[in-house]
């Protein structure tokens, strides 16, 4: 009885003293309507294509520093400069950035009517690797052309081509891909010319992106589950005669099933670069040594700035650092997922499931290997790895998805809205300056 009057007495106390003027204090009327703004900006039918751009811009600048940073001693011992490797992929992301651009400009629908040269184009590409004096191996994969003294990877344009042509085919065989006879008719030609010269290229980590992609696509459209387990068995044994076939896949696979590479008992030959990987990641600690304070770079950890660039990230900058990058990762992915959800075309649904499947699935196997959860493969990680044509075609297909995501509904009639910085700037002139110009 008196506790229940003394709670009411106080109930009525502070309602009393709300009355008498009890206000909520600044600072909390500011986070909230923060809170209100960033919640009503989410809505917008352009968040999609903000939080892409805003995402992509952060990771390629994180990706600029740690290549300065990672690969600063290779490149002052190899070219007596240590901006030599950031300088090269400084000036690939402002030709990926202007790649980008205009991608992001192309019309949504026209992706559709590309997706067929975009597959000659890139199977073309990829034939130069046979030619003697053009093809390249390296590090006895031969996925490299070299013309006029400048190289490229064609197998990274033939992720774009198979993308959009499986996209292509699956949109138009939609109702008929419970059928083996049309399931497989509509897939063979893009995956042979794209995964298939990949793989007599011998380069395997790239392969593996490609499949993961068709797999992805192929649920995104609902291809029944038996089709799955009967591709997942070919790809497997595939996998496996590619991996036997090798001396030096074989020789990972074993020292990552066998604990070797951890062990401490040899760290020698393949062992080596996966254990140096390991003592970054752990010498980085909690908050790491600071950037720039890699020991690892010091030609310990080799592909520092390539392949192990988040292994420089972990030593460096720690757990917050690394969790960065992961969190990035997820925000594309959630921005991807919205754009699936949000498109009605179903060319642009598997295609955006395509694109995020290569991004993202490339980023897992990249830092699945650096902690030592799968073997070393061999594939950059995405928009951070130092690689010219890595980071311009990953930059091309954020492009396509930022075309896709100002043709979701809505976008169009507010971009149309929006004025230009332009026309905002000559607003403020006088009408006879305005007219003069």
């Known amino acids: ?44 039918p352009l968040a999609t294509h903000h939080v892409l751009l805003a995402t992509t811009s952060l990771l390629v600048v994180i990706g600029l520093v740690m290549v300065l940073s990672s690969s600063s001693v290779e490149s002052l011992e190899d070219n007596g400069s240590q901006f030599t490797y950031f300088k090269s992929q400084a000036t690939f992301a402002v030709l990926g950035a202007l790649v980008l651009v205009v991608a992001s400009r192309v019309p949504a ?13 890139a199977a073309l590409l990829q034939l130069l690797v046979f030619v003697p004096g053009i093809g390249h191996a390296v590090n006895g994969n031969r996925n490299w052309i070299r013309v006029a003294g400048l190289s490229a990877q064609p197998s990274e344009a033939a992720k774009v081509a ?13 109702d008929r891909l419970h059928e083996p006879g049309q399931l497989v008719g509509a ?20 392969a593996l992106v490609m499949m993961f992609i068709v797999v992805a696509m192929l649920w995104t459209a609902g291809v029944p589950g038996r089709f799955f387990a009967l591709a997942g068995g070919a790809g ?18 074993q020292d990552w099933l066998t604990g070797t590479a951890t062990s401490g008992v040899e760290i020698q030959g393949a062992s080596w670069q996966p254990v140096q ?12 040594l600071g950037l720039g304070a890699s020991r690892e770079k010091w030609q310990w950890l080799p592909e520092a700035h390539n392949d192990f660039i988040f292994a420089i990230i972990g030593e460096e900058l720690g757990l917050p650092g690394t969790l960065v990058v992961l969190v990035l ?30 991004i ?19 594939v950059p990680l995405p928009f951070i790895s130092h690689g010219g044509t890595a980071l311009v075609v990953a930059l091309l297909a954020v492009g396509i998805l930022l075309s896709f995501a100002r043709a979701e509904p809505g976008a169009p009639e507010a971009l149309r809205a929006r004025e230009s910085v332009v026309a905002r700037s000559l607003a403020v002139l006088p009408r006879r300056v305005r007219r003069s110009r």
């Open 236 to 253: 497997a044994a595939l996998v496996a005669a590619l991996v036997v076939t090798s001396e030096n896949r074989m020789r990972r696979v």
């Open 360 to 378: 993202l699935g490339q980023a897992c196997l990249n830092i699945g290997v650096v902690l030592g959860v799968l073997p070393v493969i061999g």
């Open 187 to 206: 897939l063979l030609p893009s995956v042979t010319a794209t995964i298939g010269l990949v793989l007599l290229a011998r380069d395997l980590g790239t």
């Open 109 to 121: 629908t026209a992706w559709r009517r590309l997706a067929l040269p975009a597959l000659a184009g």
């Open 329 to 358: 990762f997820a925000v594309l992915a959630l921005a991807a997922l919205r754009l699936v959800r949000r498109s009605a075309d179903l060319f642009t649904k598997f295609a955006v499931t395509g694109f995020a499947a290569w």
């Open 1 to 44: 009885m008196n506790t229940a009057v003394n709670t009411a007495a106080g109930t009525a106390g502070r309602a009393g003293g709300r009355a008498q003027g009890w206000r909520r204090p600044a600072w909390l009327e500011v986070t909230g309507e923060w809170a209100r703004e960033r919640l009503r900006l989410l809505d917008s």
């Open 277 to 288: 990987g390991q003592y970054a990641l752990a010498s980085g600690g909690w908050w790491g």
């Open 162 to 174: 198979l993308v959009l042509a499986c996209s292509l085919a699956l949109a138009r065989k939609r």
